[in-house]
């Protein structure tokens, strides 16, 4: 059964701190992604990475940047946190297509930022 | 550039009804779909995809490539489908998500 773990469920930050978010997965997966999640906008792919130390811009990378220095753990970092960055964010990941189909992706629980 | 629009924000029905949640979506090339759910205070996870052609608790969709959607139907709603529903794209390895449609199944 996929297992995917993040640091924490609530965070609350102040405006300008340095933010840690923390996912870790125990499937031995290729593939890691952080969205934030929304109401009305959806989910929203910030980064995504495919191997360890690769990564790529999702739609909305801006404020944020990642970490993916073992398979299994990938790090959302907010340089300097502001009140726009108040959401849910969640991690997920995948095994790489081995096909032409793409894999299932298995989510976390998330974590709830509030920055005041 | 790819995007996918689910036009309902909210949608309420009483049990035993049939519900159709929409999703419409634009990209150049061959579409992969795929329908995630998120019931309440449990995780996101994949209701469905459009390659495996399956029904799921009584979900299906059928991809429609003249009018690009994606419908997710039931001909029966039950109370325990109450949930968020996310329409999905594929593109290349990641996923391109619409905004999400909030059923709720009165009793």
């Known amino acids: 059964d996929v297992k995917v773990t993040q640091s924490s469920r609530y965070l609350v930050k102040r405006t300008g701190e340095k933010v840690f978010l923390e996912c870790v997965q125990d499937m031995d997966h290729e593939n890691m992604f952080w969205y934030r999640q929304d109401p009305g906008l959806g989910l929203r792919l910030i980064y995504f990475?495919?191997?360890?130390?690769?990564?790529e811009k999702g739609d909305i990378p801006e404020g944020y940047s990642v970490s993916r220095e073992k398979k299994e753990r990938f790090s959302l970092i907010l340089e300097s946190a502001s009140t726009n960055q108040t959401s849910m964010y969640l991690c997920a990941s995948s095994l790489m297509a081995s096909g032409p189909w793409v894999n299932e992706q298995f989510f976390g629980p998330g974590t709830r930022l509030t920055v005041l | 550039a790819q995007r996918v629009t689910q036009p309902e924000k909210l949608l309420s029905v009483f049990k035993g009804a049939p519900v159709e949640l929409k999703c419409n979506y634009s990209y150049s090339g061959s579409p992969e779909l795929f329908w995630y759910v998120q019931y309440s205070r449990q995780r996101l996870q994949l209701l469905l995809r459009h390659i495996s052609r399956e029904s799921i608790k009584g979900f299906t969709a059928d991809l429609n490539k003249g009018e690009t959607s994606f419908h997710l139907k039931k001909p029966f709603a039950q109370e325990e489908d109450s949930a968020m529903y996310y329409c999905?794209?594929?593109?290349?390895?990641?996923?391109?998500f619409g905004g999400g449609t909030r059923l709720m199944v009165k009793p």
């Open positions: 999905a794209l594929r593109g290349g390895n990641m996923l391109t």
């Open positions: 990475s495919y191997d360890v130390k690769m990564k």
